[in-house]
């Protein structure tokens, strides 16, 4: 499984972004999928989880009420919408594929994208 991130740019705070991750086959529909984000000098740390049939969310603190995830498993693909961003959310975001395990731990997750940059300015 080969998954493509894509949606980064840069952004003012306050602004909007939706990020795709797109699965190079069907495999992922029958999969739990996560974002993660990493900034410079910091741990790669959880954002937001989604379970297979998309009935099922979960957010980091850092995020809830201002991030959704969501997913068309007819296209394979999942989705990070992003609303009122600050500057402390820039970071490389990733996604992946869970395959058991807590949904906030890295551990749990194969198949990571290759990340697509976020850049919020203030």
């Known amino acids: 499984v080969q998954l493509q991130a894509s949606g980064g740019g840069l952004v003012q705070a306050g602004g909007s972004l939706r990020l795709s991750c797109a699965a190079s086959?069907?495999?992922?529909?029958?999969?739990?999928m996560g974002w993660f984000r990493q900034a410079p000098g910091k741990e790669r740390e959880f954002v937001a989880g989604?379970?297979?049939?998309?009935?099922?969310?979960t957010y980091a603190d850092s995020v809830k009420g201002r991030f959704t995830i969501s997913r068309d498993n007819a296209k394979s693909t999942v989705y990070l919408q992003m609303n009122s961003l600050k500057p402390e959310d820039t970071a490389v975001y990733y996604c992946?594929?869970?395959?058991?395990?807590?949904?906030?731990?890295?551990?749990?997750?194969?198949?990571w994208g290759q990340g697509t940059l976020v850049t919020v300015s203030s």
């Open positions: 992946a594929v869970r395959i058991s395990g807590s949904y906030t731990s890295a551990r749990s997750y194969r198949y």
């Open positions: 086959r069907r495999t992922s529909s029958n999969n739990d």
């Open positions: 989604i379970s297979w049939r998309g009935e099922y969310v």
